[in-house]
């Protein structure tokens, strides 16, 4: 059965980009949730696709894999990217 979700594409690019990083990194759910001050629980939802990060948490998130905001916003851009392409691409 295919697992479902009710956010874009884009935003699922956006978050498998963001676990790529912390795993990356080397880094667990675990040790990064303590970091943030957040349960596992809430990290493992939000990369599992079950609960959507607000701008706050993006940045809080971004942060502590170390990132800068502007990097993490890059980052929400590139994944993003495809669709406003192609949007900007079929306007011409």
Do not use: H
């Not at 956006?14 to 040790?31: I, Y």
């Not at 001050?37 to 599992?48: F, N, T, Y």
């Amino acid at each position: 059965m295919s697992k479902k979700t009710i956010y874009s594409a884009e935003y699922r690019r956006l978050v498998k980009a963001l676990r790529d990083l912390r795993e990356g990194a080397g880094v667990s759910q675990t040790a990064l949730s303590v970091m943030l001050g957040w349960p596992q629980q809430r990290l493992s939802a939000v990369e599992a696709g079950a609960r959507r990060l607000d701008v706050m948490e993006f940045l809080q998130l971004v942060g502590a894999l170390g990132l800068t905001p502007e990097a993490g916003i890059q980052l929400a851009v590139a994944a993003a990217g495809a669709k406003n392409r192609a949007a900007r691409s079929s306007k011409r």
